[in-house]
């Protein structure tokens, strides 16, 4: 059977193989030997960059596809390798790269020094270059780069593949659908919080944009349009099925911040409240606290910084008022939409096969 | 006759047109009513950054196109408007929409407050939402929402012309060469002074990535596609031509900023030195100057900041050691270069049409 840590192993050296060729510069023309060393460090920043993913993304993908594709019968079970794989590793891989791309940016504009236990972009190009403006000024290009050369990797690889065109379609889609995502993300920092309906409307709506449009969304479209669905029919499965997972999939991200969990998320509990990001743990938690309540944490997180007694106090909050039960059974009711939308498929033996790719977004307690 | 003031009407208004429709979120979902102000503020500056451009490439783009294709036997003399055409437009306001977007980025790392006679994007964002971490958030996200959307337009485009998939690897290609053309630019900037020979190097070799590779490559290269020529032909022409065009063009551009010029540069004379940039002229006078002269500039240039002064200095020496001639010479020769391949397409009387809109690009007192 073909099996998750296969797929890995095809995966992860064939994004470093990608990511190597396109973030250096095109054979139609020389790099001067002075100018080598600058380029031969955004090249290697770019390949580390792109290490240490857990390739979620590109999992489902892969999995989706043998789940749906028909032109092999035993693929659902046993894994082919066939050229029309191998497009789709390319194209798995293509999301990957455009993930690090944006992470490379969102370490900009949160001024966050780490990434993956490693230095972020920038700070590891400042470093190298002794320069913190010139550094910076790299970081930005290289998310630039690799923002280009994701959208190449899945133009190559949609033409080894069924609907290359609306596969091509989609993945700037995608790409749109998660920017505009991070413009939202931006917003909702500045909504007010003596509106807790508006803010959790505004903290899912980003979910939908910033985190299901490429975690769930856009992989589970490119493997309906791959296995060869119309377009429209394609898209309409893949929203069915994909908006209400990775929704469901930040809350609990979200969550798991505040309660803690046996999976190492590798960040310390809280560390959304310290902070102060604006979540709908929070927006639950202000609409069903008591007038007092509401204005302790109001006063919090309207504050420049949190202290752990603060911290330690709002995940009291957020437990007493039940936002985390709240989370919970949002989380439950948006996994079972989507398990619905699985099943309406029809995809008799196979549905199995998809449930299961999907249901690695959310951890087994809170399905 | 067909007259530049006529592309100029049709593009300005298309331009806006994609710019408000691909910045604003795809209709496969919704923005949550809180979320709306923030993301018309983003929309509406994307429009704003767009106005204003001389609007050469798409310019060139047009113009060659025109001059280049047979099926309009008609079309070098009087414009046709044919779907071809209005394809061709729309891959024009495709090449001025990726300038915009990365003039945003460039903006951000020069920490630059104006543009085109405006506040550069992420200052107008800044004052928008009344913060600068979240205005400058915005800014880069802005430019990262103009880049994606580029692609779409030339996708878009790309369809109803000849050699689409071509077309599609160019429109991408061009993207990464003005990206990596951009480290390149940031590579420059910590190119020791004291060999004159490789900063000259570099510095021409940063002006075919970032300047040449979207300036007139690329506009070249998208017009002998639609035209049919096949695209390892394509390729060769627009390469021969737009090379040392685009190299010239900016020659020129460095020159004028220290020679003055008729046309309004919109900049004050000897910008470049007041900043320190490490230009091919620089390179030249550093090269044939003087011991004690060249210690003056090297001290110069090595310092934080120069004062008025010195930029009359520095523009004294880029005289009296002969560099502004070498950057004339050079010019000179870049354009002969040009022109002659021109000449070798064999394309009679349709030459002086491709002949002119190429000319445009080099003030006449310098060809």
Tied chains: 1, 2.
């Excluded at 993304?57 to 050229?83: E, I, K, N």
């Excluded at 299901?212 to 893949?238: K, M, N, Q, V």
């Excluded at 927006?283 to 109001?298: P, Q, S, V, W, Y």
Aim: proline share 3%; aromatic share 4%.
């Amino acid at each position: 059977m073909w099996t998750t840590d296969h797929d890995l192993a095809i995966i992860e050296p064939r994004i470093a193989e990608l990511v190597r060729e396109l973030t250096d510069a095109p054979a139609t023309g020389e790099v001067a030997g002075a100018l080598r060393p600058v380029m031969g460090q955004v090249i290697d920043q770019a390949v580390s960059s792109s290490e240490g993913g857990k390739r979620l993304r590109a999992l489902l993908t892969l999995a989706a596809f043998d789940a749906l594709r028909t032109d092999f019968p035993g693929s659902s079970v046993s894994g082919t390798d066939d050229d029309a794989r191998r497009s789709m590793v390319d194209l798995a891989c293509a999301i990957e790269v455009f993930q690090t791309a944006a992470l490379v940016h969102d370490d900009i504009i949160d001024e966050s020094d780490l990434r993956r236990g490693k230095p972020s972009a920038h700070r590891a190009l400042e470093q190298a270059v002794h320069s913190g403006v010139i550094g910076r000024g790299l970081g930005l290009m290289l998310g630039d780069i690799l923002a280009t050369a994701c959208i190449e990797i899945a133009r190559r690889a949609s033409r080894g593949l069924a609907n290359t065109d609306a596969i091509d379609e989609a993945f700037l889609t995608m790409q749109r659908e998660v920017e505009i995502g991070q413009v939202l993300d931006l917003g909702v920092e500045m909504t007010p919080l003596d509106d807790p309906d508006a803010l959790a409307d505004a903290s899912l709506n980003v979910f939908r944009w910033k985190t299901a449009s490429y975690t769930t969304i856009a992989p589970l479209l490119f493997a309906f349009l791959a296995a060869g669905y119309g377009p429209d029919e394609a898209r309409g499965h893949a929203l069915a099925i994909g908006r209400p997972l990775g929704v469901a999939f930040q809350l609990a991200d979200d969550l798991l911040d505040v309660i803690g969990s046996s999976r190492n998320t590798g960040k310390p509990v809280g560390g959304d409240i310290r902070e102060g990001k604006r979540t709908v743990l929070l927006a639950d938690a202000l609409g069903a606290a008591r007038t007092d309540e509401r204005g302790e944490l109001i006063a919090m997180f309207s504050a420049d910084r949190r202290d752990e007694t603060q911290v330690a106090r709002a995940i009291e909050l957020f437990g007493s008022t039940g936002a985390i039960d709240r989370s919970r059974e949002r989380i439950h009711a948006l996994w079972l939409a989507s398990r619905e939308a699985i099943a309406e498929l029809g995809l008799d033996e196979r549905e199995r096969r998809l449930a299961e790719a999907c249901a690695r977004f959310i951890p087994e307690q809170l399905r």
